[in-house]
């Protein structure tokens, strides 16, 4: 008895099609609607080896269809924004820009990225997909189906919100490391001014 | 005849060995080993925030390096974001890519990072000779086929010296050190254009 309730905790359970169905519908209403995200984030960057996940903070900003601006503060000042096709960078004011029409992989990403933010990732042709309840939450797991993705990126974990909305992303590399990223404070449709997402 | 005195004098100092040609002189030697105590506890996670500057371009990342075993230290670069860009395992001289970006799988870009971390990294080194000037002492050591000087100020590492025909080729510098661990490196490369800096964090 004891051993099953042990077991228990924190399992997840394979969510029923029906209710799968339903999450769809929610979260694509919701990332329909979602013309911009402002966020506090907490990163974890896990690798096995260490004694401690590494933690850094920051704010997130997001303008539909696909400006991100990932504002690192803590443990120190970094910021990168998805922008035109382009990854601007600015390492505590030291300012660089990188094309991303050369790199598949990080443009890949950055879709990715804005998709999975908005929670608009459910594309059968490009992920394997997984629906699961964990804790009273949603959680979905995405496993892109392009090879060469596949060895950047095992796996797109997402939880959601009870309206539909990201509150963890977690990215899994082929090793099993991870990087997770937890939300909060989150506010959506708020005007963003364009000085947000100026490089 | 002063002329080619002068020229005589230039062409013998640049072909001194590196230690004399920086105004170092013979000392015996004290003892048979030095030590590079930079990555050496087990019990410490070692996280730099880095800067490569390659050619013009510069990029940055998390350089994690986690000593596992005598001898044998893991080191993963990742973007900022947590993607692993290279993940490599040196055990003595014995370089392991577990994992490396596709964009990055080059192998002389390969190779330069693998020398790079064994000199960073590699910790006992046998003296083949030790040179003073003033209260800096340089260490000769052999290291991957390699001349390489280890500067000591007051009993401190403050730089390795990759020199290959009597010049620099590679320099490794520590600053802000304190409790064993170098807040501050730089490796700078002499003959090609990449700098790597790292501040830990």
Same mark, same amino acid.
């Given at each position: 008895?004891?051993?099953?309730?042990? /077991?228990?905790?924190?399992?997840?359970?394979?969510?029923?099609?029906?209710?799968?169905?339903?999450?769809?519908?929610?979260?694509? %209403?919701?990332?329909?609607?979602?013309? /911009?995200?402002?966020?506090?984030?907490?990163?974890?960057?896990?690798?096995?080896?260490?004694?401690?996940?590494?933690?850094?903070?920051?704010?997130?900003?997001?303008?539909?269809?696909?400006?991100?601006?990932?504002?690192?503060?803590?443990?120190?000042?970094?910021?990168?924004?998805?922008?035109?096709?382009?990854?601007?960078?600015? &390492?505590?004011?030291?300012?660089?820009?990188?094309?991303?029409?050369?790199?598949?992989? !990080?443009?890949?990403?950055?879709?990715?990225?804005?998709?999975?933010?908005?929670?608009?990732?459910? &594309?059968? %042709?490009?992920? &394997?997909? &997984?629906?699961? /309840?964990?804790?009273?939450?949603?959680?979905?797991?995405?496993?892109?189906?392009?090879?060469?993705?596949?060895? !950047?990126?095992?796996? !797109?974990?997402?939880?959601?919100?009870?309206?539909?909305?990201?509150?963890?992303?977690?990215?899994?590399?082929?090793?099993?490391?991870? /990087?997770?990223?937890?939300?909060?404070?989150?506010?959506?449709?708020?005007?963003?001014?364009?000085?947000?997402?100026?490089? | 005849?002063?002329?080619?005195?002068?020229?005589?004098?230039?062409?013998?100092?640049?072909?001194?060995?590196?230690?004399?040609?920086?105004?170092?002189?013979?000392?015996?030697? =004290?003892?048979?080993? *030095?030590?590079?105590?930079?990555?050496?506890?087990?019990?410490? +996670?070692?996280?730099?925030?880095?800067?490569?500057?390659?050619?013009?371009? #510069?990029?940055?990342?998390?350089?994690?390096?986690?000593?596992?075993?005598?001898?044998?230290?893991?080191? =993963?670069?990742?973007?900022?974001?947590?993607?692993?860009?290279?993940?490599? #395992?040196?055990?003595?001289?014995?370089?392991?890519?577990?994992? *490396?970006?596709?964009?990055?799988?080059?192998?002389?870009?390969?190779?330069?990072?693998?020398? +790079?971390?064994?000199?960073?990294?590699?910790?006992?080194?046998?003296?083949?000779?030790?040179?003073?000037?003033?209260?800096? #002492?340089?260490?000769? =050591?052999?290291?991957?086929?390699?001349?390489?000087?280890?500067?000591?100020?007051?009993?401190?590492?403050?730089?390795?010296?990759?020199?290959?025909?009597?010049?620099?080729?590679?320099?490794?510098?520590?600053?802000? @050190?304190? +409790?064993?661990?170098?807040?501050? *490196?730089?490796?700078?490369?002499?003959?090609?254009?990449?700098? @790597?800096?790292?501040?830990?964090?």
């Amino acid at each position: 008895m004891f051993f099953l309730m042990a /077991t228990s905790v924190g399992a997840q359970t394979k969510m029923d099609p029906a209710r799968a169905t339903e999450l769809r519908s929610k979260v694509k %209403a919701q990332s329909g609607s979602t013309r /911009t995200i402002t966020s506090d984030f907490t990163q974890y960057k896990h690798l096995d080896f260490l004694s401690s996940d590494i933690e850094s903070k920051g704010k997130l900003a997001f303008k539909a269809p696909d400006q991100i601006k990932w504002e690192y503060t803590v443990p120190f000042a970094y910021s990168v924004l998805f922008k035109n096709q382009k990854l601007y960078i600015n &390492d505590g004011g030291n300012k660089s820009s990188m094309d991303l029409g050369g790199s598949t992989i !990080f443009m890949q990403l950055n879709r990715l990225i804005a998709a999975s933010i908005r929670g608009d990732m459910f &594309d059968e %042709a490009a992920f &394997d997909i &997984d629906y699961y /309840t964990l804790e009273g939450h949603d959680l979905v797991h995405f496993m892109p189906k392009d090879e060469q993705f596949a060895e !950047f990126i095992k796996a !797109f974990h997402i939880r959601f919100g009870t309206a539909g909305e990201v509150d963890m992303l977690k990215m899994i590399e082929p090793s099993g490391d991870y /990087t997770q990223i937890i939300f909060s404070n989150r506010s959506q449709n708020q005007p963003l001014s364009d000085a947000i997402f100026a490089h | 005849m002063r002329f080619l005195l002068t020229s005589l004098c230039l062409v013998l100092v640049g072909c001194a060995p590196y230690p004399k040609k920086n105004g170092f002189s013979d000392l015996a030697p =004290v003892q048979k080993e *030095i030590r590079n105590p930079y990555f050496s506890d087990m019990a410490k +996670d070692y996280i730099y925030k880095a800067t490569v500057t390659a050619f013009d371009k #510069s990029f940055g990342g998390i350089l994690v390096v986690k000593k596992l075993g005598r001898e044998h230290h893991r080191i =993963v670069f990742t973007t900022r974001m947590g993607n692993t860009l290279f993940d490599f #395992s040196l055990i003595g001289e014995t370089f392991e890519v577990n994992r *490396i970006v596709r964009e990055m799988n080059r192998k002389i870009l390969v190779n330069v990072l693998k020398r +790079d971390f064994v000199a960073l990294t590699k910790e006992s080194l046998r003296i083949e000779k030790t040179y003073g000037n003033g209260n800096e #002492s340089l260490v000769q =050591v052999d290291l991957l086929s390699n001349k390489h000087y280890y500067t000591f100020v007051e009993g401190k590492l403050l730089k390795i010296t990759r020199v290959r025909k009597g010049k620099e080729k590679v320099g490794f510098l520590f600053s802000g @050190i304190n +409790d064993n661990i170098a807040k501050h *490196i730089e490796i700078v490369h002499k003959n090609m254009a990449l700098r @790597i800096v790292l501040n830990a964090i």
